[in-house]
């Protein structure tokens, strides 16, 4: 069965104080594998793809980085903005039609 | 440019009534989907459309049935509401199944 595990469930920050948060997968063949931000009462907002082990992507402060068998996004010197939470899906099915998500990451940064 | 747009935003609905959910895309996308987000499960996929004319089931269908109106629009619908629904709506498009999807802003439903 396919599935995603998002830790930690929730991570609070200093402002400047950089982390990452891991995203690991189990899934029949990954096809891609996505990172969402999601602020509180509003729809998920895409962030990044990632197709294959070694790939990496960068906005901004945040760095996103693919093995195959998890995904990191790095969060370098956060500000209180960046405040929200983080979604992990993979894309799934036999013919990459499904986008199975982790439960998230909620992220807070205090000034 | 409005993306995906839902309707309404909020809704009360009493046990077995029914509704339809309706959203929008005006991002000329071929694909659609149908997303529930309950606390602490993530968001897990109801319906999806992958291209005009066609439907296909998800991992949580039970109790929902959609209609995938013309290219832009995808609705979805709830015959008999149970208090297990209660939930966020979330509908999206991507271009194809391959690629990002986006996402609208949500319908939060509470059935009592």
């Known amino acids: 069965e396919d599935q995603v595990t998002q830790s930690p469930e929730a991570l609070r920050l200093q402002e400047g104080e950089s982390s990452s948060l891991n995203c690991s997968y189990t899934v029949s063949g990954l096809r891609g594998l996505f990172w969402y931000r999601q602020d509180p009462g509003k729809g998920p907002e895409f962030l990044f793809t990632?197709?294959?082990a070694g790939e990496e992507k960068e906005k901004e402060r945040l760095k996103a980085t693919l093995t195959k068998k998890e995904s990191f996004l790095h969060i370098t010197a956060p500000k209180p903005e960046d405040s929200a939470t983080y979604l992990c899906a993979v894309q799934a099915g036999e013919y990459g039609n499904k986008l199975v998500f982790g439960a998230g990451t909620i992220l807070r940064v205090k000034s | 440019n409005a993306g995906v747009t839902q309707t309404p935003k909020f809704q009360v609905l009493k046990t077995g009534q029914s509704m339809t959910l309706q959203c929008a895309q005006d991002m000329n996308h071929n694909s659609m989907y149908w997303y529930r987000q309950d606390p602490g499960m993530g968001l897990r996929l109801i319906y999806y459309s992958a291209s005009e004319g066609t439907t296909d089931k998800g991992e949580v269908p039970n109790g929902y049935n959609v209609s995938r109106l013309n290219k832009r629009e995808f609705s979805l619908r709830l015959e008999s509401a149970a208090p297990s629904q209660t939930s966020v709506y979330f509908c999206a498009s991507s271009e194809t199944v391959n690629t990002e999807a986006f996402f609208g802003q949500g319908t939060r439903l509470t059935v009592v």
């Open positions: 990632l197709y294959s």
